[in-house]
């Protein structure tokens, strides 16, 4: 970050300006958990985060640490416990299009195609446009995804891979502000992985919306991101300490495997989470109060099962 000293021309007073550009979205303090009593389940836990205007951010974790419910947070689909959440310096009270979720299992209408999926959401979204404006738009995402050959199919008869596009496409189409992708290629096998990620980076760096992205694959998060932040282990999830990406951009997977820098960051985001993991495992451990029961130690008299006719004897 760099802080420029300038003078201000009324008063003549100097006053430092610091050229970082200010947080989109902030998090303070941001808890969540769901039920209540004793089957209360306290998911996050002190979460703060700032996500820079333009930045490219991923959040690394295990399965059931809390993701989605974190997400859910930022898109306004849930609502935080206590703290605060802006974004623009604006509390997060709801879903809004300026913020676009990809979810992590494509939710498609199953009845739309996948254009009609597409044009719902734009023209929920823009309204004002004229139809013809509109459908162009709606052809330009489809197009984007590589999918113009099955524009007119339903869901049910896409591949994996081609839902998670049109899903993609949908949520892109709206222009969000702020791009939230919630492991939005996990069900997908390696390749098609791979064309993803490459595709997501494109869209990425000609648009440069921020964009939040979770997922378990670090190799993944170091691809895309200008960030990678861990989220611990729950319950009571907290996020872990931030590693920068100085990775140059464009950035290409089958290039990176080669670089020295990626790998050291491998290592070191790798080592963080399995050690995070170890140790709540340990304290989890520690803090299980289950009482130790000493079993008596019996043997059955007679292995065989009584007769029937003994039985029936017996009623
Ligand atoms: N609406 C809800 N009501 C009750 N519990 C919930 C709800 N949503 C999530 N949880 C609980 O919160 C915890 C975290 O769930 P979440 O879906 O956020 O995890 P995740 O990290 O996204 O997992 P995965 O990697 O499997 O997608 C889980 O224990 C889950 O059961
Ligand atoms: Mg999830």
Request: proline residues 6%; neutral net charge.
């Amino acid at each position: 970050m760099s802080t420029a000293v300038l003078t201000d021309p009324k008063t003549k007073i100097r006053v430092s300006q610091s050229s970082a550009p200010q947080p989109i979205i902030q998090m303070r303090e941001v808890c969540k958990g769901f039920g209540s009593g004793v089957t209360r389940n306290e998911v996050l836990t002190n979460i703060n985060l700032n996500v820079r205007e333009g930045e490219f951010l991923a959040i690394v974790g295990f399965s059931g640490s809390g993701k989605s419910t974190f997400m859910k947070l930022l898109a306004g689909l849930e609502t935080i416990d206590s703290g605060t959440l802006t974004m623009d310096g604006q509390t997060i009270t709801g879903p809004n299009p300026e913020r676009g979720l990809v979810f992590q299992n494509y939710s498609l209408l199953p009845w739309l195609t996948v254009r009609g999926n597409i044009a719902l959401s734009v023209n929920s979204v823009f309204r004002k446009w004229g139809r013809g404006e509109r459908a162009d738009h709606v052809e330009k995402f489809i197009e984007m995804v590589g999918l113009t050959h099955a524009a007119h199919r339903r869901p049910h008869e896409l591949s994996g891979g081609m839902r998670q596009r049109v899903s993609l496409a949908r949520t892109l189409a709206m222009k969000p502000k702020v791009l939230l992708l919630d492991e939005p290629l996990s069900a997908l096998d390696a390749m098609t992985r791979s064309v993803l990620q490459e595709e997501i980076l494109k869209i990425w760096e000609e648009e440069r919306q921020t964009c939040v992205m979770i997922t378990n694959d670090v190799d993944e998060a170091i691809l895309v991101a200008d960030r990678i932040v861990p989220l611990n282990p729950g319950p009571n999830a907290s996020l872990g300490p931030a590693f920068t990406v100085e990775l140059d951009r464009p950035r290409k997977s089958s290039e990176l495997n080669h670089s020295d820098a990626f790998k050291g960051l491998r290592n070191a985001v790798t080592n963080y989470l399995v050690a995070v993991r170890q140790k709540s495992r340990e304290d989890e451990a520690a803090t299980t109060t289950a009482p130790k029961v000493e079993l008596p130690d019996l043997e059955p008299l007679a292995m065989k099962l009584p007769h029937v006719s003994s039985l029936t004897a017996a009623k």
